[in-house]
């Protein structure tokens, strides 16, 4: 990643997560409204595996169907029924939270076999089956997801907008935004990780701990104490679930400084809130996109992402022009791609690069600040691409009543990566953040 021309400071930061769209793609077709996640059977979501386990190895392999948890906390429970570490238990991908959802995840147990182990109970997990495999499974190994879900408070003839949207989205792909589970419950996971960025001890952890204007909750008096410098009681009326906070409460408490005890939390949970900054960037240069019209164009600059086999190539003037690259863009074959900063990026060039610094500087990093804190936090921040629209595979709506009322249901698979509420987000276009609410605590 090296330095062309990036402003020498940030402009006034951008306090916005860009979690609602500016312009959805579907913006010709009205929304149905409604709402989702009523009941956790109302959100379904499975795992299409990029693998099989071979039936060998010293990894056990389970496919487990969790009700209302967290991918983090079903790790968490997993490696103490297992006696491991956590970073003994491997996963592909984070799964929402408030749904019904079947994921694989692996455990390493060298010398074991499941039948070495207590049966694995739970009130809230299920093992639908074992087997045994030779490597760690890691984020991003799968093929995609697919969803099931129920949109409530419609009528059962809103179908056929819904069906109307979908099939425009499978033609025309949809925009691939991350969703709001990214920025956590608060909506401030980039602000979070903006600050560790900066090195930015004390603003980190305000804005991890400290109270939030407008919002009254079950962490509020926490939060208030934290505020007063009252550490030990803002631990005590912290929730012990809510693990990010209690570690740095504690350090706090105990009289450290603050980057020690920013650095005492969990690397999982910091590099998801370095994420949710990376996030933020790469909505704002979709929502440029969006308004510009060039959601499937390329231009010379352009990095493009192959979507049979996810590999880039730089965009130049020949390309852009090519008769083949059109035809390839009409058929979902290729994809535009925005910037999730980091030093293993492959950078873009020209405007397109110069755009994408605009876009880290309006967020409140130069690129010379997060190339000297990714020197520093080496493996915190690794970088990447990320298509700025995916393919919405084998959608399927119907509506119908049963005993909760009526329903419009919407399936469809997903790559990995995307977010079922955007493609949500585009079927009800829902007013402000009414979506936002509706998906706080998921993953």
């Not at 049966?119 to 809230?124: A, C, E, L, N």
């Not at 934290?226 to 350090?251: C, D, I, K, M, Q």
Request: charged share 25%; glycine share 10%.
């Amino acid at each position: 990643m090296t330095s062309r021309g990036e402003p020498t400071s940030p402009t006034q930061p951008d306090a916005a997560t860009h979690v609602s769209p500016r312009r959805y793609l579907t913006r010709d077709i009205p929304g149905i409204g409604g709402v989702i996640r009523q009941r956790p059977e109302d959100f379904l979501v499975e795992e299409i595996p990029l693998y099989d386990p071979c039936g060998e190895g010293e990894h056990i392999y389970m496919l487990v169907e969790k009700r209302e948890m967290s991918t983090l906390q079903l790790v968490q429970i997993v490696a103490a029924h297992f006696g491991v570490r956590r970073d003994a238990v491997g996963y592909a991908g984070l799964k929402d939270k408030h749904a019904i959802t079947r994921q694989v995840i692996s455990v390493h147990v060298p010398g074991k076999k499941p039948e070495d182990f207590p049966s694995f109970t739970h009130p809230k997990l299920g093992v639908v089956w074992t087997d045994l495999h030779a490597n760690k499974l890691r984020r991003g190994h799968l093929r995609g997801n697919r969803f099931s879900i129920r949109v409530r408070g419609v009528q059962a003839t809103a179908a056929l907008p819904a069906d109307r949207v979908l099939r425009s989205l499978q033609t025309h792909g949809v925009p691939n935004r991350l969703g709001e589970q990214r920025f956590g419950y608060y909506q401030n996971n980039h602000l979070i990780g903006r600050a560790i960025l900066l090195g930015d001890w004390r603003g980190a952890l305000d804005e991890l701990l400290g109270p939030k204007p407008g919002v009254k909750d079950a962490s509020s008096a926490a939060r208030a104490a934290y505020a007063l410098g009252h550490f030990e009681e803002a631990l005590r009326l912290t929730s012990p679930s809510n693990r990010a906070e209690t570690v740095a409460l504690s350090h706090l408490a105990g009289g450290r400084a603050p980057e020690q005890a920013m650095r005492a939390i969990d690397r999982a949970a910091v590099e998801f809130f370095l994420n949710g900054f990376q996030s933020a960037v790469f909505n704002a240069l979709l929502d440029e996109r969006l308004e510009r019209g060039e959601l499937a164009t390329l231009t010379p600059g352009d990095v493009a992402f192959k979507h049979d086999n996810h590999a880039m190539f730089a965009v130049d003037e020949s390309t852009a022009a090519a008769a083949d690259t059109t035809d390839r863009l009409r058929s979902l074959s290729i994809s535009p791609t925005g910037a999730m900063w980091g030093p293993a990026m492959m950078r873009a060039s020209g405007r397109v690069d110069e755009a994408e610094i605009a876009a880290l500087a309006r967020a409140g990093v130069t690129l010379d600040q997060l190339q000297s804190s990714v020197a520093v936090q080496r493996g915190l921040v690794e970088g990447t691409r990320r298509a700025f629209r995916v393919p919405v595979i084998d959608p399927e709506v119907e509506g119908g009543v049963d005993e909760h009322g009526s329903y419009v249901r919407c399936a469809f698979e997903l790559p990995r990566g995307a977010f079922a509420t955007v493609v949500l987000r585009e079927i009800m276009k829902p007013r402000g953040d009414e979506l936002a609410r509706e998906v706080e605590g998921a993953d």
